[in-house]
């Protein structure tokens, strides 16, 4: 049986999204053909075609992030995360349609996976499909066999210069613009730390450090060597996500041997408890006394630097591919050839 992956799910994720796709894809091993569906000439045609797309009666149809057809057979969609209806497009008069699109394009797939169970969680909560199936793929959080790089031993900045790491966007749910103000009112000044930020945070954050005498670094489209380089250098990453489907940086951090400063919120203890420092994402006064705990802290005090315990890409490719399996033999079809 083959499979047809929405072309339009890979190239309109986020980096992370995309980054999943093609790990599971290496590693999928898939007996069959893989596809991808076609884009139209027009972008604007976009969307609607790929609302309208039927897939095929000898083929798995593959939306690996939460977006696809109305209709489609045997069509399986990604879940990464369902921020886009709790935060992204909060108080939006345009929430009730995205809400109900989104619902039927669930509602019609055969099967929706999970990235964590707090998205499962997540997905009962906003949508009305059917819980039995809904299940969860976990991870990957161990990224030893991906193509990162070689997990480096931990060493001090070359420059003598001390920075904490945050890998974010802007979007609410990255909870950056509090983070950077607990960073500007934390020692950090006082102690020459610099904020370095792979990506961009919210205006008020920035106002804030800038105000604070926090140097504040942003970069956009680093290399995946430089950022192996600066997660094993930095004092440790800062995630203050509300919320998060299972945060790859989170996971390549600690494969790097990375110090990491979180959230506590469901999905970190899901997979990173036990490797990871938490705080309260809510409180400003919480988040400041856990930057100061996290720069006097000795090196034996975080938790022992290796990789986490879990599913990789290999253990996370293999699962998708017995359900891929299930569903074909379920339809009369068989992925032999």
């Known amino acids: 049986m083959k499979l047809i992956v929405n072309r339009a799910a890979v190239e309109r994720t986020s980096l992370g999204g995309r980054r999943y796709y093609d790990g599971i894809v290496k590693a999928l091993r898939w007996p069959g053909a893989i596809e991808q569906s076609r884009r139209p000439r027009w972008a604007r045609l976009e969307r609607p075609s790929e609302l309208l797309q039927r897939g095929s009666h000898d083929a798995i149809f593959w939306s690996p992030s939460q977006r696809g057809p109305l209709f489609a057979r045997h069509h399986v969609v990604t879940v990464l995360d369902c921020i886009n209806v709790e935060y992204t497009h909060r108080g939006d008069w345009r929430l009730p349609v995205l809400r109900a699109m989104s619902n039927a394009v669930l509602r019609n797939a055969e099967a929706i996976v999970a990235i ?12 009305a499909v059917d819980a039995a199936k809904v299940l969860v793929i976990p991870g990957p959080v161990d990224f030893r066999s991906d193509a990162i790089g070689e997990v480096l031993p931990a060493q001090p900045p070359a420059d003598g210069s001390r920075f904490v790491l945050m890998i974010c966007n802007a979007l609410p749910h990255k909870n950056t613009a509090l983070a950077a103000q607990a960073f500007a009112a934390s020692e950090a000044a006082a102690r020459g730390i610099r904020l370095r930020v792979v ?21 956009k489209g680093v290399s995946d060597a430089e950022l192996s380089s600066w ?83 290999d253990d996370v490719a293999s699962q998708y591919r017995a359900l891929f399996e299930r569903l074909a033999s379920a339809n009369g079809s068989s992925t032999r050839y």
């Open 116 to 127: 964590s169970h707090a998205t499962r969680d997540a997905v009962l909560r906003n949508y």
């Open 231 to 313: 997660l094993a250098r930095a004092e440790f990453l800062l995630s203050p996500s509300l919320d998060e489907g299972l945060n790859l940086p989170i996971a390549e951090a600690l494969t790097q041997g990375g110090r990491v400063l979180c959230s506590d919120i469901p999905v970190h203890r899901e997979f990173y408890d036990g490797h990871a420092h938490f705080f309260d994402p809510l409180r400003l006064d919480g988040i400041i006394s856990a930057l100061n705990e996290a720069f006097a802290r000795k090196a034996a005090a975080w938790p022992e630097r290796h990789a986490p315990i879990g599913p990789n890409f």
């Open 199 to 219: 990506g961009s945070i919210e205006v008020a954050g920035l106002a804030a450090c800038e105000a604070a005498g926090v140097k504040v670094e942003q970069s």
